[in-house]
């Protein structure tokens, strides 16, 4: 993503870091309840980076998933390891009263991305001739 000079992107400050008391509220609302807002803004940005670093350490494993896949020439799903997990998060998510139902999409968004790399991972393997 290109920016003009001079050009600030919303939510960085002028060196282009991300800057967390980025609000379009600022101006509107009393400055406890904005203290406030940020407070708890600011724990959302830490939940944010730990989902982005565990998922990075989940599609490490999985990378490493579709290459044994691809040298032994097993298929790039496994429905019912698919279903299993699928299963077991939605129970997970019941007991800590999170919606099943985003829980379930959450999880095919990433077993489609998986299954995506597993079968770039395979045609790889298959176009080096190994």
Same mark, same amino acid.
């Given at each position: 993503?290109?920016?003009? $000079?001079n050009?600030q992107?919303?939510?960085t400050d002028?060196?282009? *870091?991300y800057d967390? !008391?980025a609000s379009?509220l600022?101006?509107?609302v009393d400055?406890e +309840?904005m203290?406030?807002l940020l407070? @708890?803004?600011?724990? @959302?940005?830490?939940?944010?980076?730990?989902?982005?670093?565990?998922?990075a350490e989940?599609f $490490?494993?999985?990378?490493r998933?579709? =290459?044994?896949?691809?040298v =032994?020439?097993?298929?790039? !799903?496994?429905p019912?390891r698919? $279903?299993a997990q @699928?299963d077991?998060?939605?129970r997970l998510?019941h007991? *800590? /009263?999170?919606?099943?139902e985003f829980?379930e $999409? #959450?999880?095919? #968004? +990433? +077993?489609?991305e998986v299954i995506? /790399? /597993?079968q770039?991972i395979?045609a790889? /393997?298959?176009e080096?001739?190994?």
């Amino acid at each position: 993503m290109s920016q003009q $000079k001079n050009e600030q992107v919303p939510g960085t400050d002028d060196t282009g *870091a991300y800057d967390p !008391s980025a609000s379009s509220l600022a101006d509107t609302v009393d400055q406890e +309840i904005m203290d406030e807002l940020l407070a @708890i803004r600011s724990s @959302i940005d830490n939940f944010d980076a730990t989902l982005v670093y565990l998922l990075a350490e989940r599609f $490490k494993a999985t990378q490493r998933v579709g =290459h044994l896949k691809a040298v =032994h020439a097993l298929p790039p !799903s496994d429905p019912g390891r698919e $279903k299993a997990q @699928i299963d077991r998060l939605r129970r997970l998510a019941h007991e *800590a /009263h999170l919606d099943p139902e985003f829980a379930e $999409k #959450f999880m095919n #968004f +990433i +077993i489609s991305e998986v299954i995506r /790399h /597993h079968q770039t991972i395979s045609a790889t /393997h298959a176009e080096a001739g190994n």
